[in-house]
């Protein structure tokens, strides 16, 4: 049965294409059905919308991208936007503190919360004492927590963002905080599909946009509307499994694998031949062929082994508190190495997320900066003396922040209206501070941000302009594309 359109219902093969197929025997037809498996389907050459050429619409400051994603919520007061007002005004609620603003109708909503006993009797949000110490690091002073002082001792090379804010107050702001857009909204393409959409390969042998790390369902996908191909590659930092589906089938040995595959090379290259200007079939050739190299290049990046001593101390691979994470942040530094343009690495998923602090925030945070902070101080440092981090966008991040009262005896909640990320690298400004919250970490009240402008400036370092990224048909909101942070900017 077909349709008006030529193409056969319920398979999306235009007609052309299907006795074109025909004509190329049974291999044609298994290329042919491979590719519809994978949701390819041919266009009319009229209808062809042609992607990027891959070069940066202007010059760049950075190549890479490091994306470093704490899931669960990180408490912005007990990280990088210490409080001491908390401590001094525990267990009061905001509305017997001076920072009760009675025009601004969330923290009266909060002045509320706070009389009204829980189902234990106890009032909740009330202000609750900062859980750590904190100290001013660095040539430039900057105060930050006592959970991080190898992160501190990186401080001259960071911008620690402290304005920021979002508007999904559970955890689907993960999604938000990658694709800029509410999950009631839709599914739309993340900041890394955008980068891998925009920009050409650094490296024919490895994906130019990996994954690191468990992601949760509702946030396990990148390219969206944009396609497949513009999703993250999981990789696992295991040389000895790093990929699903990463090693020859059927005990083949890897030069009976090279005959296969030399084999359906020039399969392909006939199919190129007959479909020149068909832009979904080349994509998964040329993926097809990625697929293989990687099987070779990808365990020899993750071969960590043949690093120093020295340097597997610097990322904490001695201390077993920090071995995993410290391995990650190792094989981030050797992609990049190798040319891989967006590295997303994602810590603590499982549920909410690891950093989700509703109870025993001290142990909580305490426990999970303990595995992170050295490897992400390892990590800047050991690009820095590499020359890598003048090249490379460093991001520490989290989906929202954590209320500055109370919840139960000794948690924060989801907190989105103020809270801090840090970038460093590839032509960002080190050693300052951009944007503030009020005195309690409540608000962000100074050159507040939503989550696309961290979006607009490592695409505006990458050397793109997101509007000249849309796709026909998809149009995109303002608040989509977000502004730079200029002020951070070298």
């Not at 294409?17 to 994978?38: I, N, P, Q």
């Not at 009032?123 to 004492?129: A, D, E, I």
């Not at 955890?171 to 599909?193: C, I, K, N, W, Y």
């Not at 650094?202 to 513009?230: C, M, T, V």
Request: charged share 20%; glycine share 12%; aromatic share 8%.
């Amino acid at each position: 049965m077909t349709r008006d359109d030529g193409c056969q219902a319920g398979h999306g093969v235009h007609r052309r294409a299907f006795l074109s197929d025909m004509g190329m025997g049974f291999t044609g037809l298994a290329l042919g059905s491979m590719l519809a498996r994978d949701g390819v389907t041919r266009a009319e050459s009229s209808t062809v919308w042609t992607p990027p050429t891959g070069d940066p619409h202007f010059t760049p400051k950075a190549k890479s991208v490091i994306w470093l994603f704490m899931n669960g919520g990180v408490s912005q007061v007990e990280s990088f936007d210490p409080k001491p007002e908390l401590t001094k005004y525990a267990g009061k609620s905001i509305n017997e503190t001076p920072y009760l603003d009675v025009q601004n109708p969330e923290k009266l909503k909060l002045a509320r919360v706070t009389v009204i006993n829980d189902a234990n009797g106890q009032q909740r949000n009330k202000l609750y004492p900062l859980q750590v110490g904190f100290r001013k690091y660095g040539e430039s002073g900057i105060e930050l927590s006592d959970w991080v002082p190898h992160v501190g001792d990186c401080v001259d090379d960071l911008a620690v963002i402290r304005s920021m804010y979002t508007t999904d107050d559970n955890h689907g702001a993960q999604t938000q905080f990658h694709s800029g857009r509410h999950m009631l909204d839709g599914e739309f393409p993340t900041l890394g599909a955008w980068v891998h959409y925009g920009l050409g390969t650094l490296n024919d042998n490895l994906p130019q946009f990996i994954s690191i790390g468990k992601r949760e369902y509702w946030n396990a996908k990148d390219g969206h509307y944009l396609g497949p191909a513009h999703d993250a590659i999981p990789i696992r930092v295991d040389p000895g499994n790093p990929l699903d589906f990463g090693q020859p089938a059927n005990g083949q040995t890897r030069a009976e694998q090279q005959v296969g595959f030399d084999l359906v090379g020039r399969l392909n290259r006939l199919k190129g031949v007959e479909y020149p200007d068909d832009p979904a079939l080349n994509a998964r050739i040329k993926a097809y062929e990625l697929a293989f190299r990687m099987q070779t290049s990808v365990p020899d990046v993750l071969n960590l082994n043949i690093e120093t001593e020295d340097t597997q101390k610097l990322y904490g691979l001695d201390d077993p508190a920090t071995r995993d994470f410290g391995m990650q942040m190792l094989a981030a530094r050797r992609f990049v190495e190798q040319g891989v343009r967006f590295i997303q690495v994602q810590h603590g998923a499982g549920g909410a997320g690891a950093w989700d602090a509703h109870g025993a925030l001290k142990a909580n945070h305490s426990g999970n900066f303990k595995a992170v902070d050295k490897p992400i101080a390892g990590l800047l440092k050991d690009l820095k003396q590499r020359g890598l981090l003048d090249s490379t966008i460093v991001l520490f991040a989290s989906e929202f922040g954590r209320t500055p009262g109370s919840q139960g005896a000794d948690g924060r909640d989801h907190h989105i209206f103020g809270f801090s990320v840090w970038m460093a690298g590839g032509g960002i400004k080190g050693g300052l501070v951009h944007g503030a919250t009020d005195e309690i970490g409540f608000h962000a009240v100074e050159n507040r941000h939503y989550v696309t402008d961290i979006h607009a400036t490592i695409l505006h370092q990458m050397g793109l302009d997101s509007r000249q990224l849309e796709v026909p048909g998809r149009k995109r909101l303002d608040i989509d594309h977000g502004k730079p942070i200029l002020e951070i900017l070298s």
